[in-house]
């Protein structure tokens, strides 16, 4: 990846900061944003010795003016865009009874709407250097559990949108593929459990579920993501690859 350009979004923490650091251990220039500054600043360090290989954007994606003005950056500070990681992400409990329109309306902004509008104004610069996109979805998108009924949702739609602009997208050269973990050991679960004993807990818990013995740690996701980026993957397209230690084989 020496020289090319990734764009991550969600990267001042858990998975996307885990790909921002892989890619740009791998000669990468990364353009990575996240709503959190101090955090954003800790994972640039670890990114890169100097600025030139790393963009930082404060943003809230979901805003489309600050969605245009990343985009704008990024291609301003590198010249060009190869990657386009759409990492950003919620996960709001809660099944049929619980959830509410509110949590309906940000999950759907966030996982989906936001990367619906970043990959539109992001696709005339991946064109360019036929390019690729993959996208952060879930095993939730095939699955149903009922405690994330609306997460389950999005992951759902996200994998449609995967397969479909693929199809969309390739005669222009651009592949477009999607990475779906199982449980990851990220900050993603801590609003849900109020002791770091509890969320242990719940890993321990979880490990059984997957035939290979282990909840997913950032780094498999990261692996998977940086396979289907490269030119590996040359003939992968429209594909939601399973990182999930084989959870989804039996049926939890």
Same mark, same amino acid.
């Given at each position: 990846? !020496?020289? !090319?350009?990734? &764009?991550?979004?969600?990267?001042?923490?858990?998975?996307?900061?885990?790909?921002?650091?892989? +890619?740009?251990?791998?000669?990468?220039?990364?353009?990575?944003?996240?709503?959190?500054?101090?955090?954003?600043?800790?994972?640039?360090?670890?990114?890169g010795e100097n600025a030139k290989q790393v963009l930082q954007t404060v943003a809230d994606i979901c805003d489309e003016s600050q969605a245009e003005n990343l985009v704008e950056r990024t291609v301003e500070k590198f010249?060009? *865009?190869?990657?386009?990681?759409?990492?950003?992400?919620?996960? *709001?409990?809660?099944g049929i009874e619980k959830a509410t329109l509110q949590d309906?309306?940000?999950?759907?902004?966030?996982? *989906?709407?936001?990367? +619906?509008?970043?990959t539109q104004l992001a696709l005339p610069?991946? !064109?360019?250097?036929?390019?690729n996109i993959v996208n952060i979805s879930s095993i939730c998108s095939t699955r149903q559990y009922p405690a994330l009924l609306v997460y389950d949702m999005t992951k759902a739609a996200l994998d449609q949108f995967t397969k479909t602009i693929a199809l969309e997208l390739?005669?222009?050269?651009?592949?477009?593929?999607?990475?779906?973990?199982?449980?990851?050991?990220?900050t993603i679960y801590q609003s849900r459990f !109020?002791?770091?004993? *509890? &969320?242990?807990?719940?890993?321990?818990?979880?490990?059984?579920f997957h035939p290979l013995g282990r909840v997913v740690e950032p780094q498999d996701v990261a692996d998977a993501v940086a396979f289907l980026a490269s030119d590996a993957a040359k003939m992968i397209t429209g594909t939601c690859l399973m990182v999930d230690g084989g959870r989804i084989l039996n049926g939890q």
């Open positions: 990846f !020496k020289g !090319k350009v990734i &764009l991550i979004t969600g990267a001042s923490r858990g998975i996307g900061a885990t790909i921002a650091i892989h +890619f740009a251990n791998e000669g990468a220039l990364v353009s990575i944003t996240g709503r959190d500054e101090t955090a954003l600043t800790e994972v640039a360090n670890k990114c010249g060009r *865009l190869d990657v386009l990681v759409n990492n950003a992400g919620i996960a *709001l409990a809660g309906f309306d940000r999950s759907f902004n966030i996982n *989906l709407r936001s990367v +619906f509008h970043l610069h991946l !064109k360019k250097v036929k390019g390739a005669p222009s050269g651009v592949r477009v593929n999607a990475a779906n973990p199982a449980s990851v050991k990220t !109020k002791t770091k004993e *509890l &969320l242990d807990e719940y890993y321990e818990k979880s490990a059984p």
